[in-house]
């Protein structure tokens, strides 16, 4: 149901989230909800991510190893479970980065007017 | 990794859980901050997190390991309806044991006699002289070479890599410390051991210097008869030990383990010659092909010089000669390879028909199950998950069943090689081992799933609504099953019926070889074979003292009624030599038996004219023969053959008495005599005081036998041993046999052959019936209502039965028809063994058709009798 109603908004490409989760962490440690928020915030709040894809996405990254999580406290003074970029995130993060920056301007080409 | 993600999970959930209702909390606290009241803010953030649980099981998915936990949840499933039904189970699970330990018992034996590489190095390069001679009468072929071939394959380019050899063994005399013991000799040339690739594990080999006429004596041990008579003990290199009574020196010890190409437990010299014993094929020779070139390459190299060689021993006869190399392997298995090959053709069948059996029952038990599997489908579980749960329960099945399989292996190969007895030496060292591990689990592996496939392909095409509308009470896909499970029956039929008909030809064969007579008396008639190759029996003289004395203790043993000695036995190979008329250039062949007086009386062979050999016949009186019928019959059917004179083994001899014929094995094939495994050969029986040295040097391949006819087979054993002992403590005795034995063993082989594939034949027949009847059982339940019906209206419960069986009935016939029409090609892998019946034989082929019909009726009629006892009333209220 939540899906439904979010689906409007427009679906996040799978490997966009990630993209946009590993470009996040770059700046600094941070709990999913932060995550979420920054990524609303910085996109102008275009792009709602969905908490329903945003932890199953945490989980998928952390398997493949591009980020660790710990817990610890938030600004807030709650507990918190934190996401780290590792080093490999990092190389992974600037291969998407080249690859989404060829894809946006490739589209940016297509889409100029005829 | 995988597994720690697996053990870890409870404490990874609660991490789970709390990271969600943090979120909650933050984005709640987040709302509130920008003014939305406490009550709304919670609920949006509810909203937006959606259900907490369908979260939780998305991320629960990501953690499993899909293939290992839904296949241990469907075995679990597979072994808990198993268990449900324990009589389905178990029969499923005996048949595959049963048709699984046979395939593993034949696989066995072909593993080690057939497949694996002999236990030399490089065994491939290995290969052996062989000729093909082909005349107007036939083609015959054989590994035996004469002197003069090895002499000329010795001198041609190749001869480096060959060595010759004699590739049977003579049971010799060997004293360690004054004891006889009995030791297997067999006599190879130098660089034998050096060709085969396996090295003496202490001393060396016999050189070229040393393998020559009148060479030194000496001698190589086995790794066994080493530690068995002399302990193990190193000092015995360059020792001598008394080998046929003369000293030998130990130059060699074989490692532990080895075996050349047959059974030995000492190599002595072969020492060639091109006369004599080298005058005849008497031997073998082996080669290893050089790395730098192929076996066929080495073989046409060597064929001319063969060819050249052997043209010339056969004089201008009109025989040609094909001379070659053959692997050395294909020579050793010539022997095992058609009973392995037959018994393997007949497991197979056996397999094939347990495993459409079960696909049937399988089957059978899918349409019973169709509403529980149309329940599960109704409710979302895929076809796929319904099919491979499906195939778990037959791999479950086959699992256990391929367990027990190799445990009723196990058994089965020991019963194969205690009744293939000493017809099959070879099958006596056959072990199982990983390969046959190996090769029964993946018989299981492939039994489940042909097993599994029909059935779980029948499930793809259930309809569900139907399945679930009916309520249960129809099968699978209604008659489509059916016509899948008749299809079954008719293959199982069909099989049977060629295994039953190659049962019935070795049936009769085998009846028609007891059939045959004797022509002596085997009851009560007990034997040894006595080895004089010794140095104390050199010539005639030696040799018939020992006789006269033994004999004469043993005509004066209680209890011994008569007693003689001979040169071979009846059932027995014989030694084959020429003869001919005086006046006549061309020879013949006859076997040949020295025999002493009384021999006749002994065996109870009836003297048909003339007399038998007597006591006066002796060295010095004129040379007398006796015949047999067939030699009349065969070799003189123009005259008389009593009185008639033979040249034969140095003299001219005359027929004194005609006896009976004797069923042998001889070998050889002459015009007028009735093919076959054991038959009646022209033989010539001389005076034991009359043989010559010629005779006296085929003691090499034939022991003379001792026969006592007495009161029991024990008196007979103990006459025996004190005989010889009394007249020489040296001599070892041979084993002791009942004639019986020896006249059921010369007929072992087929009658292994018949009981095997009988037995298995039987399976078949039974598995067959277990099918029909199942199917019959199986349609009456499901057509209980429509019976009900039909008798309610007036139908007579005998027709309505006659209906039913007629349909399984009609099934079988066909499937005869089927196999009938397989059989005749399927046949001819028994056809060389068959005696007195032809592998297209219509009496058994009518034999097995109905057999199988009578049986099929009753797996009809029974199930089909429970509709006489339907009372349609209850029938229709149900």
Redesign the interface.
Known sequence: MTRKATGTQGDLLQGTLDLLVLQTLQIGPAHGYDIASTIARRSDEVLQVEQGSLYPALQRIEERGWITSYWGMSGSNRHARFYKLTAKGKRQLATEATRWDALARAVARVMRPV | MAWKRLFGRARRDR??D???R??L???T??LIGRGVPPEEARRQAR?????PRS?RE??DE?QQLPVLETFSRDLRYAVRLLRRTPAFSLTAIAILALVIGANTAVFSLANTLLLKPLPFPDADRLALVRAEFTSSRGTSSGTSIDGATWLALAASPLGAHAAVFTNWTAGVNLVVNQQARFADQQRVGAGFFRVLGVPPAMGREFTAEEDVPGGPPVVILSHALWTRAFGGADSILGQTILLRGTPWQVIGIMPEGFRGTVEADVWTPLRPTTTGEGGGTNYAAIMRVPERQSLADASSQLAPVLGEAMRAQMGSSGVTVKAGLDPLKDVLASDNREPIVMLGAAVTTVLVIACVNLAALLLARGGARSKEIATRLALGSGRRSVMRQLMTESLVLAMAGGTAGFMVGWFALGGLQAISGDRFVDWQRVAIDADVVMWCAGLSLLTSLICGLVPAWQVTRLDVQAALMEGGSRSVAGSASHWTRRGLIVAQVALGVVLLVSAGLLVRTFVNLQSLQPGFNPRGLTTTAVSLLDARYPSPVEVNVLFDKTLERLRATPGVDAAAVSLGLPYERVLNMGFRYPGEERGRVASVMYVSPDFFKTFQIPVTRGREVRVSDAAATLPVLVVNEAFGRIYSKNQDILGRVIQFAGAQREVVGVVGDVQMRPGFQVEGMVPGPVVSAPTIYMPAAQINQGIVGTHIWFPPVWAVRASSPEVAARALADAIAGVDLLLPLGQIRQMSDVRASATAEHRMLMMLVGALALVALLLAAIGLHGLISHSVTERTREFGIRLALGASPSGLVRTVAESGIALVAIGVVLGGLIAVPASSLVASVLFGVTERDPLTYAGAAMFLLVVAAVASVLPALRILRLDPATTLRQ
């Not at chain 2, 909203?47 to 259900?51: F, P």
Request: net charge negative; glycine share 4%; no cysteine.
């Open positions: 991490d789970r709390e990271e969600l943090l979120h909390a933050m984005h606290d987040d909203v937006l997190l959606g259900n979260r998305e991320m990501m």
